[in-house]
Every structure is written in structure tokens, then in C-alpha cells.
């Protein structure tokens, strides 16, 4: 009996797009937290189209740079099974958002604090159309610079690829980070082992 040869990767979704995303899956800040920005930005292909049905995932620790331990995100209700969103309280650190007919997505968190050498960042995980395997990334908001500058992934990247790991601030705590997926502006992605 021969063994049996592994079957190939197959693109992720759409589907995902209908049974993934959750009310509030932008809204991963209090209300009202002193510390809450917004960060948004488009989806695009290799052409630079936007991407609609996208699916985005930001995990983050809070201002103090520790990753929050709270459950909730998706709170079930025991007696129905029915969802009933974040508590309004806790900061889980998580937010799930699609992709809209614009390519265009946005999540409201906490600032990120520095963890250890690196710069604050969130962490993204992309899924797409035409993605065999969803994507790592990382999103370092503009300051501090020097926290930049000392960070070891952005350091051992050329600059204009590094570039494209930092968003850019727009007023009212507000940063844009868009994803290219391919072509000459490319977000570095990252492997994980």
C-alpha cells in the first residue's frame, strides 16, 4: 500500500466573509477610553483594486505594552445561544472586520503600548480571495520615531519596505495603513515558524 500523497492548498473563502465576521468586530476599545484611536485603511491587489471581501484580524496589547487576558469578544448569551458583543468594559485586544465594496476597513482600539525592544504594533492577520494561506503583518503606528528606529524588524528591512509596515497619522487619532498585497509596494508579510 502506497502512502498517500498530500492533497493541495486551496484558496481561503469567500465564505468567510459570511461566518467570521461578529457585531462590534471593529469596536475593540471601551467607550470612552482616553486612550482609544482608529485605524483604517484599504485592502488592494497587485493592480491596486480594491479588494471587497477581505477579511481583517488585529490583536494588540494595550498602552502598558501587556497583552490583554480578557475574554468576550464574542460573548454567547447561555439561555439562547444568541450573540451579545463585547461587554463595554474589557479591553480583549482583538477585533475581526471585513473588507467593505471599497476594500476599505477600520478598527477602533487602544493605543499600543512597547513590548519588550520592539515598537508598539498591532498584529494583522489578512484572509483574501485568491490566498492559499491568510497573512501576517504587522502595523507600527509613526511614533515614537526612535522606537522606529531601534525596532529589530524594521531595522533589518530597507527602508521603503519598512515603510510599509508603519501607518500614517491623519488627524483626530486617526492612522491609515493600507495592505497591498503584491506589486511594487508590497506590506511585508511575515512567516511564522
Known amino acids: 500500500m502506497s502512502t498517500p500523497r498530500p492533497t493541495p492548498s486551496h484558496t481561503v473563502g469567500p465564505f468567510y466573509g459570511y461566518a467570521l465576521p461578529f457585531p462590534g468586530g471593529g469596536e475593540t476599545a471601551p467607550p470612552g477610553d482616553p486612550d482609544t484611536i482608529t485605524v483604517h485603511g484599504h485592502v488592494l491587489d497587485g493592480e491596486g483594486t480594491a479588494v471587497p471581501d477581505a477579511l481583517i484580524e488585529i490583536w494588540g496589547p494595550g498602552p502598558d505594552g501587556e497583552l ?6 464574542m460573548r454567547r448569551d447561555p439561555v439562547t445561544g444568541g450573540f451579545l458583543g463585547r461587554n463595554g468594559v474589557d479591553f480583549t485586544g482583538f477585533g475581526r472586520v471585513p473588507t467593505d465594496a471599497d476594500g476599505h476597513w477600520a478598527v477602533r482600539t487602544l493605543r499600543p503600548g512597547a513590548r519588550g ?8 492577520c489578512v484572509f483574501a480571495r485568491g490566498l492559499t494561506h491568510h ?4 502595523l507600527h503606528l509613526p511614533e515614537p520615531a526612535d522606537a522606529l ?15 510599509t509596515l508603519v501607518a500614517r497619522a491623519e488627524p483626530h487619532r486617526t492612522f491609515r495603513f493600507d495592505i497591498r498585497l503584491q506589486g511594487a509596494d508590497e506590506t511585508v508579510f511575515l512567516e511564522f515558524t
Request: proline share 15%; glycine share 6%; net charge positive.
Open 68 to 73: 490583554p487576558r480578557k475574554g468576550g469578544s
Open 135 to 138: 497573512l501576517f503583518t504587522r
Open 149 to 163: 528606529a531601534a525596532d529589530p524588524l524594521l531595522a533589518s528591512l530597507p527602508p521603503a519596505r519598512a515603510a
Open 117 to 124: 525592544e520592539h515598537a508598539p504594533y498591532l498584529s494583522v
